[in-house]
């Protein structure tokens, strides 16, 4: 069964203090992990797709990386307007999205 | 930017029920899915919709769950008769292929069974 997990749940950093965010997987042939934003009351809004283990992909602060059991995003120098809680998913066969809990973040000034 | 768009925003109902949900995807996206995601808990995939029929479907959208795509725009959710744990956000998302596509998300629609 295809499984994500992230880590840690919750994840409070000062405004410059980067850090990464985890997300395990487990699936039967990686069609594709995604990385999403939402903030309270809102949608996911989509930030990155990874394919293959060794991607890399860079957006302004976040740069999302996978290997062939997990995928970090890494946040550099973070700033207030990041706090928001980032998910993973992965491409399951079929095409359904299986989500993780999330990493809900908060970057204090 | 194209954006998938749903309404309402909010929706309260009273318990036995029927709601519908609607959702406008990408004009050029052909696969299309509604999520939920009780407060608190993960997005859970209720269904995949192509070519005018249902591809999958989780165990969640049982007999009292349907959608449909009436038009050459709108994509909907009807819930017939709802129950208290029907309380979620519903999220509509689509994308232009079945695999290694991002999908795109509505900003959801809040119902609320009393």
């Known amino acids: 069964e295809d499984q994500v997990t992230q880590s840690p749940e919750a994840l409070r950093l000062q405004e410059g203090e980067s850090s990464s965010l985890n997300c395990s997987y487990t699936?039967?042939?990686?069609?594709?992990l995604f990385w999403y934003r939402q903030d309270p009351g809102k949608g996911p809004e989509f930030l990155f797709t990874l394919y293959s283990a060794g991607e890399e992909k860079e957006k302004e602060r976040l740069k999302a990386t996978l290997t062939k059991k997990e995928s970090f995003l890494h946040i550099t120098a973070p700033k207030p307007e990041d706090s928001a809680t980032y998910l993973c998913?992965?491409?399951?066969?079929?095409?359904?999205?299986?989500f993780g809990q999330g990493t809900e973040l908060s970057v204090k000034p | 930017e194209p954006e998938v768009t749903q309404t309402p925003s909010h929706q309260v109902t009273q318990m036995g029920q029927e709601v519908i949900l609607r959702c406008v995807p990408i004009s050029n996206h052909l696969y299309f899915y509604w999520y939920r995601q009780i407060l608190g808990q993960k997005v859970e995939f209720l269904v995949s919709?192509?070519?005018?029929?249902?591809?999958?479907k989780s165990e969640i959208f049982d007999d009292q769950f349907s959608v449909e795509r009436p038009d050459g725009s709108n994509f909907t959710l009807k819930i017939r008769s709802t129950k208290l744990e029907d309380s979620a956000m519903y999220f509509c998302?689509?994308?232009?292929?079945?695999?290694?596509?991002?999908?795109?998300f509505g900003q959801g629609t809040r119902l609320t069974v009393v």
């Open positions: 998913a992965v491409n399951s066969e079929g095409g359904k999205l299986i």
């Open positions: 998302a689509s994308r232009t292929r079945q695999a290694q596509t991002e999908a795109f």
């Open positions: 919709f192509y070519n005018n029929e249902i591809s999958e």
């Open positions: 699936v039967s042939g990686l069609r594709g």
